[in-house]
């Protein structure tokens, strides 16, 4: 009740007093009134090809998952995520929910939740520093960019390290999981919850199926991320575009860096799906680029519009297609064959 009571409060006061300041309602719904039929229908297009990559990426991380499915499952536990405050971790709870429906077991349904997680997250860290790079060979970087892409780069390669030496030895992935433990532990101290065990040996057996889905799958799993992260970023950059933002006001490299730092915004768990934090966050930084007001406003809020508000209704779509379609109790499914029993695959 307390979180929805503070996202309630930011959303009104980001909507209803700081855009406001930054550009006129009536400015902004002007500028999308002169939207041409085809400029339209091509941001639909391009935001039904975003919707799809992340399909792919599910598919690459959970062997035997059909792109339907992926997308029933991506779109329903999606608009969890953006409606709900915890929406992710909700989200993550019937992901299991639909998963275990369709016979999938708890450790391919974990072991999915986490590589994908983690790619996901090593690419929101990566993106502002190739962003950044690619603005210093054009000339166009400042020393705001540059202090943010150092902090990312510092954690990304503490994450980076932390993932690596989980791989590499079955003793550090122990220590590792032991030390999880430990501190969740702690955190359950005050609300009277036992400590919690076994982290170690869950953290040897999740680097094992680990190393087994990411040597098969590697390429294919991070050319179906980048894509879905690019894909994404494309449908803002399409916006700006089309209300009138032209190269010469906003390079195209200064709206992927914005759209980078503005993902690594939208990583912070103040609003449901960052409703708020993240259309500010675009706007002052394409406005300080030097997109003009009312157009960047309008670009802005179209795109999270198609691309975050267009999700919630599609969700409850989704949800009441898996319900219909779904059995109450599925069998699990055979699971895959071990591959490190086949000498090819060793």
């Known amino acids: 009740m307390l979180q929805a009571t503070v996202s309630l409060v930011v959303v009104v006061a980001i909507f209803a007093f700081a855009i406001p300041r930054i550009a006129d309602y009536s400015a902004v719904w002007a500028t999308i009134l002169e939207l041409t039929p085809i400029e339209l229908w091509s941001l639909v297009g391009a935001t039904a090809f975003n919707l799809v ?15 339907g499915r992926s997308g029933i499952l991506t779109t329903t536990t999606t608009s969890v995520a953006n409606t709900l405050p915890a929406g992710g971790a909700v989200a993550v709870g019937l992901t ?17 939740v986490g590589v994908t997680g983690i790619w996901n997250v090593f690419l929101k860290l990566g993106l502002p520093i190739v962003a ?40 550090l992935a122990r220590r590792i999981g ?19 065990q ?5 953290a040897v057996a999740f680097r094992k199926r680990t190393i087994l889905l990411v040597a098969r799958r590697w390429l294919q799993l991070t050319l179906a991320t980048v894509l879905s992260h690019l894909a994404l970023w494309f449908v803002l950059l399409l916006a700006l575009r089309h209300v009138g933002v032209a190269e010469q006001e906003v390079s195209t490299l200064h709206v992927l860096a914005v759209f980078a730092f503005g993902r690594l915004i939208g990583a912070l768990p103040i609003t449901p799906g960052g409703l708020g934090v993240i259309e500010l966050g675009y706007i002052g930084g394409l406005v300080a680029a030097g997109g003009p007001r009312a157009q960047v406003v309008a670009a802005v809020l179209l795109f999270r519009v198609l691309t975050y508000g267009i999700q919630i209704p599609l969700g409850g779509f989704t949800y009441l297609l898996w319900r219909r379609r779904t ?20």
């Open 96 to 112: 299991y929910t639909i998963l275990r429906s369709w016979g999938f077991g708890g450790q391919e349904i974990a072991l999915y």
């Open 198 to 202: 076994g982290w170690g040996e869950q």
């Open 327 to 346: 059995p109450r109790a599925a069998p699990e499914r055979e699971p895959a064959r071990d591959p490190a029993r086949d000498p090819a695959v060793r």
């Open 178 to 196: 032991d030390a999880l433990g430990r501190a969740v532990s702690f955190l359950r101290r005050p609300l009277r919850r036992p400590p919690l």
């Open 53 to 67: 990559t992340y399909w792919l990426v599910n598919t690459a991380a959970l062997p035997g998952l059909t792109l």
């Open 132 to 171: 950044l790079a690619l603005l210093a060979f054009g000339g166009g970087t400042n020393a705001a960019l540059v202090v943010a892409a150092l902090v990312g780069l510092v954690v990304l390669a503490v994450a980076v390290g932390a993932f690596s030496l989980m791989l590499w030895k079955k003793q």
